[in-house]
């Protein structure tokens, strides 16, 4: 043992990696934001105004999830193994709300923006598995109150979980990968420009198209997640972080 710690590795992911398990991405032409507005679904705001239609929106998000034909693919099972059988730490981070990461296999994992399976109580903050349809009058199982459940999930102007543990663990990674995300959303977007102000990070872009942000990275590669991540994760369990520098 020479007592040197394993490097470890972070991982970004967004709507891509699930675009291929049938899951809608947001920003693409035929994405989510194409075809509901994000100021009536997707901020504080509009759940104040109308929580019937953004429990619409979620409760429709969260019957295709539970609905059977969704399940996670090569890119999700590609990224449970590293996780397995890399000797250092690997921290998933994901803007998703869909559990595909965790029905993979993996476990060191961070779900940035929420969990479309969960909700919780704005009386007494509670939080809770939920996967049937959510309604306005519901009732919280903690403190019984009425009306005051909403989805455990990030809208813009609100914080995202855990930030101070994400920035932490980008210091001191040695590689940080970004996958199937359009880098359109901060604080995740500025993830990369952290990591590598350590200096000796290893950066690698894995996405179906040049993101926002792509000029940033050390390496890229384009193609299909379910293609790309399989092939980066042997070759990063094969030949280690070193040799992609
Ligand atoms: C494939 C593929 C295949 C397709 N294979 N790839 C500057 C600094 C900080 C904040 C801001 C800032 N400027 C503005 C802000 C505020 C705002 C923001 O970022 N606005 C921008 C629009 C400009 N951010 C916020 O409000 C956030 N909170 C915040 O900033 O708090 C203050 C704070 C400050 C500083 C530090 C810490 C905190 C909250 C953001 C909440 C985002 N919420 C959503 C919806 C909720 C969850 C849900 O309903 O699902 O989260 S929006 C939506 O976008 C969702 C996603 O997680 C997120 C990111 O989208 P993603 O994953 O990148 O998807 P797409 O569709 O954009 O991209 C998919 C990619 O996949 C594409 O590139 C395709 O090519 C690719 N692809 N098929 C591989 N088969």
Redesign the pocket.
């Known amino acids: 043992m020479s007592g040197k710690r394993a490097p470890s590795i972070v991982i970004l992911t967004?709507?891509?990696?699930s675009?291929?398990s049938g899951l809608d991405?947001?920003?693409?032409a035929d994405?989510i934001w194409a075809r509901v507005r994000?100021e009536d679904v997707?901020t504080p705001e509009a759940f104040a105004r109308d929580p019937g239609r953004v429990h619409a929106f979620y409760n429709a998000r969260r019957e295709k999830l539970t609905g059977g034909a969704i399940v996670p693919n090569a890119a999700h099972t590609a990224l449970a193994r590293l996780e397995a059988e890399w000797p250092g730490e690997v921290f998933l981070v994901t803007?998703?709300?869909d559990d595909l990461h965790e029905r993979a296999g993996s476990t060191n994992l961070l779900h940035m923006?929420?969990e479309l399976l969960k909700v919780r109580c704005t009386a007494c903050g509670e939080m809770m598995e939920w996967r049937a349809s959510l309604a306005v009058e519901d009732t919280c199982s903690a403190c019984g109150r009425g009306g005051g459940l909403r989805p455990h999930?990030?809208?813009?102007?609100?914080?995202?979980f855990e930030?101070e543990h994400i920035f932490e663990t980008l210091s001191d990674c040695a590689m940080f990968v970004s996958i199937?995300?359009?880098?359109?959303?901060?604080?995740?977007?500025?993830f990369v420009s952290h990591a590598r102000q350590s200096g000796t990070v290893h950066t690698a872009e894995l996405?179906?198209?040049p993101?926002e942000g792509a000029s940033i990275f050390a390496e890229t590669v384009y193609g299909?997640?379910?293609e790309v991540v399989p092939d980066f994760v042997d070759r990063v369990l094969r030949e280690g972080i070193s040799a992609l520098g």
């Open positions: 967004g709507a891509g990696i675009k291929e991405t947001f920003r693409d994405g994000i997707a803007q998703n709300i923006h929420g999930v990030v809208w813009f102007g609100e914080m995202p930030m199937g995300t359009s880098g359109n959303v901060y604080p995740a977007a500025g996405n179906l198209e993101s299909p997640a379910t």
